[in-house]
T-cell receptor, first 120, second 117 residues
Framework: ETGVTQTPRHLVMGMTNKKSLKCEQH?????MYWYKQSAKKPLELMFV???????ENNSVPSRFSPECPNSSHLFLHLHTLQPEDSALYLC???????????????????FGPGTRLLVL | AQKVTQAQTEISVVEKEDVTLDCVYE???????LFWYKQPPSGELVFLIR??????QNEISGRYSWNFQKSTSSFNFTITASQVVDSAVYFC??????????????FGKGTKLTVNP
């Protein structure tokens, strides 16, 4: 399998449930990202991980808890969500410091297909 | 503050027409990168192009072309001879440097393009 994959593709959960979103990248990248895409807002960055370390938290509520056990996997743990958290959650990865012929590769982000979340 | 504006919310054209999607950006940085992504109904954001702030050459890739003009802070995207498969939401984005060397993307709100047969 290639590229960036996300599971599940669709998720319906109640406000008291706990669930996790999974992202896996097969590109050998070192940076991974979570974005939220709501119906009426632009895509918003949530978290950034570089070499498994969280480097950005864009003021995300604590009911969203990311985890990055290695450079290929990224999770988003969800608990006690609100209906307004319903959105498409997109994962992305980028090379970060990978070199080819002595030159740094460009930090283009490649996205997964997203998990469409509905909170009831 | 960094910002990306895509003033066209929705555009509808007939197949084989040319269509231009507008993108205007704001940044105080002298070094930045601009992107276009395509989001078909399946949801995945597909990377189309990355352009750095020092390269104002226009780019052409098949039916796609991009016009980058720093004087007007614009990075417009033209599809020539549009096809039904071009129907998607198109996002323009600007990078911000992030800690640790990665980059944060600031997206516009997107332009929904519908190409009718």
């Amino acid at each position: 399998e290639t590229g960036v994959t996300q599971t599940p593709r669709h998720l319906v959960m109640g406000m008291t449930n706990k669930k996790s979103l999974k992202c896996e990248q097969h590109l050998g990248h070192n940076a991974m990202y979570w974005y939220k895409q709501s119906a009426k807002k632009p895509l918003e960055l949530m978290f950034v991980y570089n070499f498994k370390e969280q480097t950005e938290n864009n003021s995300v509520p604590s009911r969203f808890s990311p985890e990055c056990p290695n450079s290929s996997h990224l999770f988003l743990h969800l608990h006690t969500l609100q209906p307004e958290d319903s959105a498409l959650y997109l994962c992305a990865s980028s090379p970060l410091g990978l070199t080819s012929g002595g030159l740094s590769t460009e930090e283009t982000q490649y996205f997964g297909p997203g998990t469409r979340l509905l909170v009831l | 503050a960094q910002k990306v504006t895509q003033a066209q919310t929705e555009i509808s054209v007939v197949e084989k027409e040319d269509v231009t999607l507008d993108c205007v950006y704001e940044t105080r940085d002298t070094t930045y990168y601009l992107f276009w992504y395509k989001q078909p109904p399946s949801g995945e954001l597909v990377f189309l192009i990355r352009r750095n702030s020092f390269d104002e050459q226009n780019e052409i890739s098949g039916r796609y072309s991009w016009n980058f003009q720093k004087s007007t802070s614009s990075f417009n995207f033209t599809i020539t001879a549009s096809q039904v498969v071009d129907s998607a939401v198109y996002f323009c984005a600007l990078t911000l440097p992030a800690q640790g060397g990665s980059e944060k993307l600031v997206f516009g709100k997107g332009t929904k393009l519908t190409v009718n047969p």
